[in-house]
């Protein structure tokens, strides 16, 4: 079954970086889009940045725009997100995603704390 591992949250300063990983297993990783979406307390859960199968194309909510980076390693089945210039606000619950045989597939999330 398709099993998706969030990995590298924690808590980190105002300014400062994460590197989230997420990964994947249960079905054929190269070829799907992944998605990273949040949540933070209080509010709807949201998308942040979508890639497809081969990384050719990524697709940023404005809110992240020149501070996150989306990339993949098909050969590991796993995408990161490379967040730089962290603020309070992007303090949420961070999950990827995928939509295989129909369906979405969630991983459990990884909080991220933005706090000095």
């Known amino acids: 079954q398709v099993q998706l591992v969030e990995s590298g949250g924690g808590l980190v300063q105002p300014g400062g970086s994460l590197r989230l990983s997420c990964s994947a297993s249960g079905f054929p990783f190269s070829r799907y889009s992944m998605r990273w979406y949040r949540q933070a307390p209080g509010k709807e859960r949201e998308l942040v940045v979508g890639?497809?199968?081969?990384?050719?194309?990524?697709n940023y909510a404005d809110f992240v725009k020149g501070r996150f980076t989306i990339s993949r390693d098909n050969a590991k089945n796993t995408v990161y997100l490379q967040m730089n210039s962290l603020k309070p606000e992007d303090t949420a619950v961070y999950y990827c995603m995928t939509y295989y045989n129909g369906r979405n597939h969630w991983g459990k999330g990884t909080l991220v704390n933005v706090s000095s």
């Open positions: 890639i497809s199968g081969f990384g050719t194309t990524t």
